[in-house]
């Protein structure tokens, strides 16, 4: 009996489960497009270089849609299983509701060790690839950004306009340049001739230059200053490009975890370094915890309280997700130490899930859920009520 209620609850939430995993990846992956539109739209992207970005960036974004599956997961399932009056028949037969948590924590244990797999082995290799094919499509993109006639502001506090455009030889004629990327000061280039040059580095280009002026004006007027050059060189970074100015903050999150803690170790007191390598372990862990959370919340909720059961489990994950947030923010100021940071919703989690279960074996009343029912419960008839009367 154990084993056959053990194999029946793996399965009801392994189907919710994996639902809530392709819809959030879905949204995730929908809105990480959004944000590569400047590069997308750019550059000449074919349908394989769009898949190649969607599969590089996936793992990263599994980090985030992991934890979130596994709580509307295991909550939906539970939800059902109220809703069809099953868990009152378990209970009528002398099955506790403690007796659920084996296939609870058997399936959440499943979906954590991917994540921790995950965020170990498969981010930093996978994120780096991404970085060199996002900028592989920016160096591709910046012919099409050559327009002949036009002030081109596609690259942040940079505008271009070039009079005549060769983009075989990735030559212009009449180009001028403002350049606002140095506070309080607008510099202004204006030339005969420009050629553009690919750094061996390949996070660099070099506009070469001939000919020309530059004139530099500060920002109250006051100060001004002319000079003429037969040559200058304009190096940009292929991050201005794609809107990307994490510099340093890249770099730690291409580490792997060992080569994280190697530099904690080194450099004493690197609050930056910290919050990473302390982050990575902290959110595959919400998988189980946030998980655990989520079969008490549906048990809790009927048929017609599903939506509330659900916008309850969002309200969740949100309130996770910011005070991860706000605690990498006061770590990062020094406000707190880096593991009280990270690891301060996970513990709020384990408060919440040993409450919720300990009420659902004690079989003692929710008075705010109960609440939340009778007011979706009101909504509903009142709504029925109205249908009947335009009918």
């Known amino acids: 009996m154990k084993m056959t209620l053990y194999r029946y609850l793996i399965k009801e939430q392994m189907v919710p489960l994996g639902v809530c995993l392709m819809g959030v990846s879905l949204v995730l992956i929908t809105g990480r497009l959004f944000q590569l539109l400047k590069v997308l739209f750019t550059s000449s992207f074919t349908l394989g270089d769009l898949m190649a970005l969607v599969a590089l960036a996936m793992p990263k974004l599994m980090l985030f849609a992991l934890p979130m599956a596994s709580l509307l997961g295991v909550l939906l399932a539970f939800v059902r299983l109220n809703s069809d009056n099953e868990l009152i028949a378990l209970r009528a037969a002398g099955i506790g ?25 498969v981010i930093p290799p996978t994120g780096k690839a991404f970085e060199v094919k996002l900028r592989s499509m920016a160096r591709s993109g910046l012919p099409v950004l050559m327009k002949e006639g036009t002030f081109i502001t596609a690259i942040p506090k940079l ?25 309080k000061v607008r510099l202004a280039i204006v030339a005969e001739s420009a050629r553009i040059v690919y750094q061996r580095d390949s996070n660099h280009l070099t506009f070469k230059i001939a000919n020309g002026s530059i004139t530099r004006v500060a920002d109250d007027m006051k100060n001004a200053q002319a000079v003429s050059f037969k040559a200058y060189d304009l190096s940009l970074s292929l991050d201005e490009l794609i809107g990307s100015a994490r510099g340093s903050k890249m770099n730690k999150r291409e580490m792997t975890l060992r080569e994280l803690y190697r530099v ?19 959110f595959p862990s919400g998988c189980l915890l946030l998980g655990l959370i989520g079969a008490p919340l549906g048990a809790v909720f009927r048929q017609r309280g599903r939506i509330a059961g659900i916008t309850i489990g969002l309200v969740v994950f949100l309130a996770y997700y910011v005070i991860l947030s706000a605690g990498k923010g006061l770590g990062e100021n020094h406000l707190v130490h880096p593991f009280l940071a990270c690891w ?48």
């Open 264 to 282: 904690i170790v080194e450099k004493t007191g690197d609050v930056g370094h910290a919050l990473e390598f302390h982050q990575r372990l902290a």
């Open 344 to 391: 301060a919703p996970n513990l709020l989690c384990i408060a919440a899930s040993f409450y919720l279960w300990r009420k659902m074996r004690l079989e003692t009343p929710f008075k705010t859920f109960q609440l939340l029912q009778e007011w979706a419960s009101s909504w509903y008839r009142l709504r029925r009520a109205r249908k009947g009367k335009k009918t």
């Open 159 to 183: 505008t271009f306009f070039f009079q005549s455009v060769n983009p075989t030889e990735l030559s212009v004629r009449g180009i001028f340049v403002q350049d606002r990327r140095e506070e």
């Open 97 to 121: 509701f403690h007796q659920f948590f084996p296939a609870v924590v058997s399936l959440l244990l499943g979906v954590t060790l991917i994540s921790f797999v995950n965020m170990i082995f």
